[in-house]
């Protein structure tokens, strides 16, 4: 990385206006980090946000599409996971960066680089983006709710809505509980799958087969559908807009020093919990191939259905029960930061100052409104496509996330000496060029079959 000295974001060229107000303004350098002390120390002042970010590559629209992949294809799909999942953990490194260096989360970078006509359109695109995120993870907690007890998926849907005051009370007793709260469910789901996983006994040389990409990917128009779709659950537009925000709840000194060593230690945290979402997910999709496909029911795509079905092929109620736990504390980690997702997202594109929980309330019913009036017409048997094509919609999204994201952070003038490396610029690019090759055949190939 460059060491020449970055001056403040104000002072930056390359930006039009100095910083407003941050985002998340009530957890803004709240955290303490400690100065002179171990690594060890200063890895555990920065552990949290990665975490939190890493709760949209393990919410429900990943299970859909993970189910629907292992069911149908085996364990050839788990290559795309792996990809996606690396994919994730550079785009997510620019956008921590870009928070920590700039001040500015994602957001309020669009609306201050762009022009006012652009960035209410990029505001339109991501507000679109986290209801497709949040329609497979309000629906997840609501099959979830009527797996384990019975509760139909329409009031599960509304239970849902509670979560905001749970972020509310968790927040104000101060963000570290918040992430905690997080971390907690997510063991859980880790839990509940390495149990799964040994009741299924995948074959080990399968699944490190399946880590290599097979050229079928592509050439396969349902493989290429699902496969986008695992994109599009994996790296998620919103949660780059997240990560961009919360790594400022550390209170960073302004040096360039203090940065560095600042976007260091967020990226290690941010680097570990994605691989950590990368063993969940793939344990998702190995789970399905080893029980599902092996056993020719490669047509289940329905978590619905996969909850029915791991208790006979596995011989023990608790599998179900043990699934069903994990996708309820999945489907309320992701409605969690998705809200959070969707403040940055609307402060940061529109400027407003509203309280707390009236921002949190509008961006809760953003989600709710449009889930209720699906689960109300489709019912538990829509739900399962519904979930794979709300992850289509997020990877379509995904472009107008990362080409901002990666060219802000190539620019000198807005970076200072923060700027990409040039590997660095250069993998990013090739990142964004896959996901707007992939997404533009998908949409090629969708014409077509439309047009007969």
């Known amino acids: ?235 998620m537009p919103h949660n780059l807009y997240l990560h961009s925000s919360i790594v400022q709840t550390r209170r960073v000194g302004g040096s360039d020093a203090a940065k560095r060593e600042a976007v260091r230690f967020a990226t290690i945290d941010s680097t570990l919990a994605l691989m950590l979402a990368f063993l969940i997910n793939g344990a998702i999709l190995v789970l399905a191939a080893a029980t599902f496909h092996d056993s020719g029911h490669q047509d289940v795509a329905d978590i619905g259905d996969a909850y029915q079905l791991l208790t006979p092929l596995l011989g023990s109620g608790f599998a179900s029960v043990l699934f069903a736990l994990a996708l309820l504390a999945s489907g309320q980690n992701s409605t969690i930061t998705g809200t959070l997702a969707g403040q940055i997202v609307m402060e940061g594109f529109l400027d407003l100052r509203l309280p707390a929980w009236v921002r949190r309330l509008i961006t809760r019913l953003i989600a709710i409104v449009p889930a209720v009036i699906v689960t109300a017409l489709y019912g538990e048997r829509g739900t399962g496509r519904l979930l794979i094509l709300s992850q289509v919609i997020l990877s379509l999204q995904l472009t107008f996330a990362v080409v901002p994201l990666v060219w802000f952070t190539g620019q000198r003038s807005k970076m200072g000496g923060f700027v990409n490396r040039p590997l660095t610029a250069v993998l990013a690019w090739v990142v964004a060029a896959v996901i707007i090759g992939l997404n533009g055949w998908l949409l090629a190939w969708t014409a077509r079959g439309w047009l007969g």
């Open 1 to 235: 990385m460059n060491t020449a000295s970055t001056p403040p974001a104000e002072e930056l060229s390359g930006w039009r206006y100095p910083r407003r107000a941050p985002s998340l303004p009530e957890a803004y350098r709240t955290v303490h980090v400690p100065h002179g002390a171990s690594t060890l120390r200063k890895l555990l002042a920065f552990a949290g946000p990665g975490y939190m970010v890493a709760v949209g590559y393990m919410d429900p629209g990943n299970w859909a599409t993970d189910l629907a992949g292992g069911a149908r294809f085996g364990y050839a799909l788990l290559s795309v996971v792996l990809l996606s999942n690396l994919m994730a953990i550079l785009l997510q490194s620019l956008a921590l960066k870009l928070g920590i260096v700039t001040g500015r989360d994602l957001a309020q970078a669009c609306r201050d680089h762009f022009s006012r006509p652009v960035s209410l359109a990029l505001w339109v695109l991501c507000e679109i983006a986290i209801a497709a995120c949040d329609l497979a993870e309000v629906i997840g907690s609501a099959i979830a709710l009527n797996l384990l007890f019975g509760i139909p998926l329409l009031w599960g849907v509304c239970l849902t809505a509670l979560d905001v005051l749970l972020i509310l009370l968790l927040q104000h007793r101060g963000f570290r509980y918040l992430e905690a709260f997080v971390l907690a469910l997510i063991a859980t789901i880790g839990v509940c799958f390495a149990v799964e996983l040994a009741m299924a006994e995948p074959a080990l040389g399968a699944v490190l087969g399946g880590l290599v990409p097979s050229p079928e990917i592509v050439t396969s128009r349902g493989m290429l559908y699902i496969a986008v779709g695992i994109l599009g659950a994996t790296v």
